[in-house]
């Protein structure tokens, strides 16, 4: 079964700085990783699939990247409303999916 | 555009079995184009997935959970369940019902999407 790690565990910024989230697998997964934002109270909101695309509607200033075991969730200018809880999902060809253990931005 | 709402018991008590039912409207769950699965949280912890099934088949467990658990697609009534048995307080959380597509190019993602989900469960286990 892939482990996800994701790193740092919380990450404090202010307004308008660069967050780098990482997310590492315990062995390869190609580009089949997803991220998630999370808000109290709300279901996990998808920003990225497949390492580097953005879902409909995510705003530019979130990007992904990546492949194999190592992988980036980059938010350039983080703006009030991104401060959140943010997943890593191995979506890979082979199942059992397992969640990284999560990075707070705050 | 799928919707997805979960419903089940908010309460129930150890040793039990944990049923919850997720409604699919919008689209149909004998499409070929979708996974259908669950994801928990327990209060202030991350999200776990717990597995997943297609319509005819190929259902894919958590093997933390594998041997209590059951995910199944019900065709005629266009939804999908969870059976989660012998729980403890370790299982209360909020259960998330999903979906996920079976893409693999962007033209398919533009029609039927990446994934779903419903609002969220909470499940209470305790006497």
């Known amino acids: 079964e892939i482990v996800l790690i994701q790193s740092p565990a919380t990450l404090s910024l202010s307004p308008g700085e660069r967050a780098t989230l990482s997310c590492r697998a315990s062995q390869s997964i190609d580009t089949f990783l997803a991220w998630y934002q999370q808000k109290p109270g709300q279901a996990p909101r998808l920003l990225i699939y497949?390492?580097?695309n953005r879902a409909a509607g995510i705003p530019a200033r979130f990007s992904g990247s990546g492949s194999g075991t190592d992988f980036t969730l980059t938010i350039t200018n983080v703006e009030a409303e991104d401060f959140a809880v943010y997943y890593c999902?191995?979506?890979?060809?082979?199942?059992?999916?397992?969640f990284g253990q999560g990075t707070k931005l705050e | 555009q799928l919707q997805l709402r979960e419903s089940g018991p908010g309460l129930v008590k150890p040793s039990e079995t944990l049923s919850l039912t997720c409604f699919v409207s919008g689209g149909s769950i004998s499409s070929s184009s979708y996974d259908w699965g669950w994801v928990r949280q327990p209060p202030g912890k991350g999200l776990e997935w717990i597995g997943k099934?297609?319509?005819?088949?190929?259902?894919y467990y958590n093997a933390a959970l594998k041997s209590r658990v059951i995910i199944s697609v019900d065709r005629s009534n266009n939804q999908f369940s969870l059976k989660l048995s012998s729980v403890t307080a370790a299982d209360t959380a909020v259960y998330f019902c999903?979906?996920?597509?079976?893409?693999?190019?962007?033209?398919?993602?533009?029609?039927?999407?990446?994934?779903?989900w419903g609002q969220g469960a909470t499940v209470i286990v305790s006497p």
């Open positions: 099934s297609y319509y005819i088949g190929s259902t």
């Open positions: 999903a979906s996920w597509s079976r893409c693999t190019s962007s033209s398919c993602y533009r029609l039927f999407g990446v994934d779903y």
């Open positions: 497949d390492a580097s």
């Open positions: 999902l191995d979506r890979n060809n082979r199942p059992p999916w397992t």
